[in-house]
Structures are given as structure tokens and as C-alpha cells.
């Protein structure tokens, strides 16, 4: 496995596997790598000749007083399991590199940008966007891989590369879940032990949310109300939003249709974890 | 030459292309060809295996009272001027492809896009940097060129290419003239002849600025003024903008220095017409 920490060398890299008709899978992370991450990368695998992965913990993705500095980094570890799932290049590039003085070009998805973790984190999802845009235009995968934790995310990326024309298929996969339900999450490490156990209680929500639209509930202020009031009887509890929006639009449901979406961001202690369940399949979403 | 309205069909030519080693320039317009453009697509043709020319009047560079409905659109005529420069590929995509419903995703490059003739024009420098963005994404070009006359379009799409890593090389060609140094341009097709004879007031002024500087002026407010006063002269003018300008960052200039550029937007009767003149040479912009 190569390790690239240059653009330009990352962008030969990317050229040469085009000359050699060799497609490129690609999954881009913040590094902290568990399973849901190597779940993308074995799919790439798969799916690719030649998979990179990258590992940048973007700071135009980060608000003034997020936790980017104490967002956990362990290239060392991180590198060995790239190595073990035999992924080709891994890139870390450097923040300097990637955002240099004088920096200012900026990709905005608008609409999706503004509500739910777009609200909650100013800027957030433009950082995404923008990053994401250069990633791709650096290495120029056939196909990029994105988890379905980050639904809003990966909405957002699809959307872009949709309106812009990018030549890239955006996969996303399923999200992996501890055995309990917790979604893995490389935030999860801040959590104590008890925050731990607290922290199920966002599985335990979006799976009454589940149950409630499955019973035939359609009104989704009745689900939402439901969905809270569980997740308020945790006192290290503080919920940021609970929503039930279209899938594809991110946009609030009234009532459950195809696409119905259930996505939830939930302080547990210091710690934001968000989560999310599709309640009833179908819609523009299943295409995935 | 090969037509071609479609963005896939654009998109499989141009991975063709690819495949087969041959190298793409491409010329974006908006169409009613003159020299100026004939100058990008020769030179376009000199340096490339194959070359792509783009007409495309795009409605998100306009704003709601401009004129987006007026603009001269002449397909038989421009197509026969590409095919007489040896086009490969006339790419005339419609507006509904370009920018379906629910189109939500825009570039913009901040700083640069609210100056000048990003001032007049609130949501000109998104829309072109977004259609351009995407056409790069369409044709992925080794080579674009672009004309001197718009000089701040020309350097927000450089500096686009170059924060969001685009592998494309943006190349700025000299302005085209008229014998008598207006500087050509689709709307002057907009002049009758007493406008078409004021309308060189802005060569004049822009000789005045250079005169002025290689005389050993330092202050730009007076090289401004003089300019001012000289096209106030004309009943039929009225001043948008008269600056000096650093011509990488079109962040004003209080004193003449390597990269000076004079940059001014006037109208001539319900025509606005821009031009620009380098004032001293030097800086990042001398490497063109």
C-alpha cells in the first residue's frame, strides 16, 4: 500500500490507473477507521482494480467550537487496516495543502444544507461538499462510497455530483451497527460507560418509529412525539433535532409515504451522535 | 464537426477521446462568435488532439432584468464559423438539461465574486463558475481557454480550477481588438453608430490609464479620475465602475505596481460594455 501525502503525486497516481483502464473505487474518511468504514472499503474492493482511501479530518467541516482538535487520529492504526483490506493508495493530505492561504472556492448544495445537522452546524455541509468536490477532482474515482450514517451527507454528495455533472457513481451503504443497535461512529469513543448505555436510546427511538409506521401510524407528529419522549427519559439526554423527512429531499414529512425517513442527532453527555432509519423503503432513495 | 445537444452523449465523446490518448482544449461560449472566440478556438486547435467549443447562454449568470431574452443567439452562423476552424464537437446543450428542476448546487469563489462587475451583477460570478464547473465535469478538457476582455471571469475561474484541484489548464488569451481599439464583444452587436462611435471612450480612457502610468504616476485615484472625466465627456456614457486593480486578486490598488490592471464597466446608451488593460506587467498574472 502506498501512502500519499502529495496532491499532485495523489492526481498521477489517479492518471495512471485511467491509462491503464484500471477503474478507481474510493472511499474518503476522517479516519478513526471501524467497521462501518471497512465495510466501504471491502465493497470497493469488490466493486474496483484499484481502491484509495483517504483519511482528512477537514476543518471546513468543523464549527468554532466543535471538536476538531480532540477528534480522535491514529494514522498508524488506521494504515494497518487499509493494508489488511488491501486497499491500493492511502491519501492524507495536509490541511495546508488542501485549504491554502488564500483560499476561497466554496461548492453549496442549498435546501439541504440549512436544516437538521445543516442547521445545527453552520457551514458544515458546504466543508463537505467543497471537500468531497476536491477529493473526486484529485482522484477521480469510477465510484465513491459513503455510509448511510451520514444520511444528510450523502444526500448532499449525491445531489452535487448530480448538478455539477461529476463523473462518479456515489454508493451508499447500509449503516453497522454494534450488536445492541448502537451505530458505529468514530465519536462513539468519547462516550463513558454510561453514556454508552444512554446512547441506545437513538437505536431505541428510530426503532419505535419503525414499529409505530409499521402499525400503520401515519401521522409523523405523533411518531416524533413518541421518539422523544423515550429519548427525554435518559437524563445525560439532549436532543438537537428529531425529524421525519423525505429521503431523497431531506425535507419534513407530515405523514408517512415511500421514503419516509426517521433521522435523529442527540447529545449524550458532551458527545452529538445521530442516527437514522428508513420507515417505510421505496422512492428515488431505493435506487441508492 | 459533431453537434451535440445531449450532456451524456458529450460525456462519452469526451471519455472516447480519452481512451484513445488524445488530448481535449476547450472553448466555452455563449455563442454570436467573433473574433475573439475565433482567437480561443485556433489557438484551442494548435495545442490539442481535439477540440470542443460550447454554446450555451446561461440564464444563472444573468439577473432578472438583464438581458438573458436579447442576447444574440445565432446556431447556423456560429456553427459554420466552428466548422470553418476545424471544431471537433459544437456542444449546444438546452438550459432544461443544464439546470433541471430542483437544481440546487452552485459554486462560488468568495472575495473575488463581489467586486466590480460582481457588484453590478449580484449572482453573475456563481452562475459562471457553477456552468463552467460543470462543463469541465461534461468535457474534462486538458486545456480551456478564455479571453482577457472579461479579465475578473477569467481570473475567478482560474482561481476555481485551482482551489477545487479541476485537472484542467486555463489558458487567458489577449483581448481582440477593432482597428480602432474597441475590444470586441457580442453586445456590441447592441450599438447603433452614434453609441458604436461612443463606445471607444473606453479604449481611450484605458490608453489615458497606461499613458498616465508608464509617465511615472503613481496614484491611482488620479489615473482614475482622469479616466472618469474623460468618459463623462460623452453624453451617451455613464460609469459603472473605473478601477486599478491588482489583476490576481481584483482587490483595488492605491498605487501603481507589478500586476496594476485597469478595469472599467460603462454604458453606452442601454448597452454595458467592460474592457481592462494591463498597466504595468508582472506578478502571478504574467504567467498567463
Same mark, same amino acid.
Given at each position: 500500500m502506498k501512502l500519499i501525502r502529495n496532491i499532485a503525486q495523489m492526481h498521477r497516481w489517479s492518471v495512471l490507473?485511467? @491509462?491503464?483502464?484500471l477503474t478507481i473505487g474510493f472511499v474518503p474518511t476522517m479516519g478513526a477507521l471501524h467497521e462501518g468504514h471497512l465495510s466501504l472499503i471491502r465493497?470497493?474492493?469488490?466493486?474496483?482494480? +484499484?481502491? %484509495?482511501?483517504?483519511?482528512?479530518?477537514?476543518?471546513a467541516q468543523f464549527g468554532p467550537h466543535e471538536d476538531f482538535k480532540k477528534y480522535p487520529r491514529n494514522l498508524f492504526r488506521d494504515a494497518s487496516l487499509c493494508r489488511a483490506e488491501r486497499v491500493d493508495v492511502l491519501f492524507v493530505p495536509s490541511a495546508a495543502s488542501v485549504y491554502p492561504a488564500g483560499y476561497k472556492t466554496y461548492v453549496t448544495v442549498e435546501g439541504f444544507s440549512e436544516v437538521?445537522?445543516?442547521? +445545527?452546524?453552520?457551514?458544515?455541509?458546504?466543508?463537505?461538499?467543497?471537500v468531497v468536490n476536491k477529493l473526486f477532482n484529485v482522484? +477521480?474515482?469510477d465510484r465513491a462510497y459513503f455510509g448511510q450514517k451520514d444520511a444528510q451527507q450523502a444526500a448532499i454528495i449525491k445531489k452535487m455530483v448530480r448538478d455539477l455533472n461529476m463523473p462518479v457513481t456515489v454508493k451508499v451503504l447500509a449503516t453497522v451497527r454494534e450488536p445492541d443497535g448502537l451505530a458505529l461512529s468514530s465519536r462513539n469513543a468519547y462516550l463513558n460507560a454510561g453514556e454508552r448505555a444512554d446512547a441506545l436510546v437513538l437505536w431505541q427511538a428510530l426503532c419505535l418509529a419503525r414499529r409505530m409506521a409499521k402499525r400503520g401510524v401515519r401521522d409523523t407528529a405523533q411518531i416524533i412525539r413518541e421518539m422523544k419522549r423515550i429519548i +427525554?427519559? @435518559?437524563?445525560?439526554?439532549?436532543?438537537?433535532?428529531?425529524?421525519? !423527512?423525505? %429521503?431523497?429531499?431531506?425535507?419534513?414529512?407530515r405523514e408517512i409515504r415511500?421514503?419516509?425517513?426517521? !433521522?435523529?442527532? !442527540?447529545?449524550?453527555?458532551?458527545?452529538?451522535?445521530?442516527?437514522?432509519?428508513v420507515l417505510?423503503?421505496?422512492?428515488?432513495?431505493?435506487?441508492?
Open positions: 490507473q485511467r @491509462k491503464r483502464n465493497r470497493a474492493r469488490r466493486e474496483n482494480d +484499484s481502491v %484509495a482511501v483517504s483519511i482528512f479530518v477537514n476543518p437538521l445537522c445543516g442547521r +445545527s452546524r453552520p457551514g458544515h455541509f458546504r466543508g463537505v461538499a467543497t482522484i +477521480s474515482p +427525554s427519559q @435518559k437524563s445525560n439526554s439532549r436532543i438537537d433535532y428529531v425529524e421525519v !423527512v423525505d %429521503a431523497s429531499t431531506f425535507l419534513p414529512l415511500r421514503g419516509a425517513l426517521a !433521522v435523529l442527532a !442527540v447529545w449524550i453527555g458532551k458527545t452529538r451522535l445521530i442516527d437514522n432509519m417505510r423503503p421505496g422512492g428515488e432513495y431505493a435506487k441508492g
